[in-house]
């Protein structure tokens, strides 16, 4: 049964960014900030990335989810600043782009609070979103985000359509994703620390993701595009996200939406009787 998106649309689309800067490679080892010319691939992002990919979303008339490290918003605050003055959503993506999975409970669940502390201020709200960096979540995480206030998480593969996650802290809805549809796996480069092998070009990501969106709008499924603005931010690939979105806009059946509207139309379209629990396996003794 395909889900049932707004104004008959056959399908749904997010555009989405995690804006890690250097927290993506200071996550991995704090001594990569002495790199200066690791330190400056990140900062791109922010500095350069950024403020191409809004003009790009601008003249397509798209409003997009950025999802932001702590570390992100306070070096660099007027980015945030100005992601929201344009009228994109920003989301939390923890604070320095810490795995759950590596983290004590005791640390998660102030991470997680952290999130409104930090990006309130900028922002004008509290995050209603989430992304784990490396879309690496654990089994309390759910749990904690509810408990933290946050309405829905973006992590998950275990779907193609929302879903409502219950857990004893309340429910969030789950925007499931997809490597697949990750600019990391197709443009990721570093010798030093490996983040990817290969550089592919444009050309090839505007068919694949072009593939994936006319499939799953015969499936009725819903498309969470991810991007990095120091990878995604560079000319060409900036060049080709206008060019996907003249794409979708052209399929004329897709909602092209922010995560937190996805969101809350399927908390209002899916029955609380519908909700799934964290299901993962027992292993024997």
Sequence with gaps: MKFDWPGGAHA????TFDVDAESAILAVDTRYAARVSTMSHQAYGPKVGVPRLLGVLER?????????PGFT???YPDVVRRIVAAGHEVGWHNDLHEPPYS???QEERAILERGAEVLEPLTGERPRGYRAPWWELNERTPELLAAAGFAYDSSLMDDDVPYRLATPAGTLIELPVHWSLDDWEQYAFLPEPDIGSQIELPAKVLELWTGELDAMRDEGCL????MHPFLSGRPARAKMLGEFLA?????GDVWLARTGEIADHAEATIQPGESRTIDLP????
């Design 282 to 285: 027992h292993m024997p003794d």
């Design 223 to 226: 498309l969470v595009i991810t």
């Design 60 to 68: 397509a008339g798209v409003h997009a989810t950025f999802f932001v």
């Design 12 to 15: 749904a689309c997010a555009i």
């Design 103 to 105: 983290l004590s409970e």
């Design 247 to 251: 794409r979708v806009r052209d399929r």
């Design 73 to 75: 918003a306070r070096r």
